[in-house]
């Protein structure tokens, strides 16, 4: 139980264009999900926390326009990357509070962006 | 400094035990986690250990926690080539919604 999906897996986009990542909670239902994005040889760093039905909150130094989570269900959670630049390329990764709200997170298998 | 730390590499002979390191700053620290990553992969929890708890045990992970000393370390007996990865330290605190914050990660490589 717990497993959290996240598609695409890989994707290579233009600069200029958007990309959409998504982030499912498959056998239960999150009321809380984050997505964190991972530099080579770093660690990760939280983008934001996204809350059902509600906007998400986004750390400091992450530019809420830029990068537009949805939360839209409570299995459903979208990152969408607009107007993508090189220097977005990066590993996203969405993690899902675990059942009934407990502390423990399960992690997504990762979205590896690549913008040309 | 880093709230989390952990040293960048680790290599060990298969068949021998590895010990990763880690320190933290938050002495509010709840929980404590350690996190593998494949190349490639999202972060997998292998254990955690409440911050009451000195050490935990699991098949052949032993967790170890010094409290005064803000020190967590992740034992591995008899490693194998299969655990070559990643390793992510993570602490929670209350007063931090019990969000993680991670370390750097410790790549663990294997050798026949």
């Known amino acids: 139980g717990a497993v959290v999906s996240q598609h695409p897996s890989r994707v290579i986009c233009k600069s200029g264009t958007s990309v959409k990542i998504e982030c499912r909670s498959l056998?239960?239902?999150?009321?809380?999900m984050f997505w964190y994005r991972q530099f080579p040889k770093k660690s990760l760093m939280l983008m934001a926390t996204?809350?059902?039905?509600?906007?998400?909150?986004?750390e400091q130094g992450v530019e809420k326009d830029k990068f537009l989570i949805n939360h839209a269900s409570l299995t459903l959670s979208t990152l969408t990357v607009t107007s993508a630049h090189p220097e977005d390329s990066s590993f996203y990764i969405c993690?899902?509070?675990?059942?009934?709200?407990?502390?423990?997170?399960?992690f997504g298998p990762g979205t590896r962006l690549t913008v040309l | 400094g880093e709230d989390v730390e952990q040293s960048l590499f680790l290599s060990v002979r298969e068949g021998d035990s590895s010990v990763i390191n880690c320190t933290y700053t938050?002495?509010?620290?709840?929980?404590l986690y350690w996190y593998k990553q494949e190349p490639g992969a999202g972060l997998q929890l292998l254990t955690y250990?409440?911050?009451?708890?000195d050490m935990k045990q699991d098949q052949r992970l032993t967790v170890l926690l010094n409290k005064k000393d803000k020190h967590l370390s992740l034992r591995i007996a008899d490693t194998q080539t299969g655990d070559s990865a990643i390793y992510f330290c993570?602490?929670?605190?209350?007063?931090?919604?019990?969000?993680?914050?991670f370390g750097r990660g410790t790549s663990l490589i294997v050798h026949p």
């Open positions: 250990i409440f911050s009451n708890m």
């Open positions: 993690s899902a509070r675990g059942p009934a709200g407990g502390v423990e997170q399960f």
């Open positions: 938050d002495s509010s620290s709840t929980y």
């Open positions: 056998d239960f239902q999150a009321t809380t």
């Open positions: 993570a602490e929670t605190t209350s007063g931090g919604s019990y969000i993680p914050t």
């Open positions: 996204s809350n059902e039905g509600s906007k998400a909150t986004y």
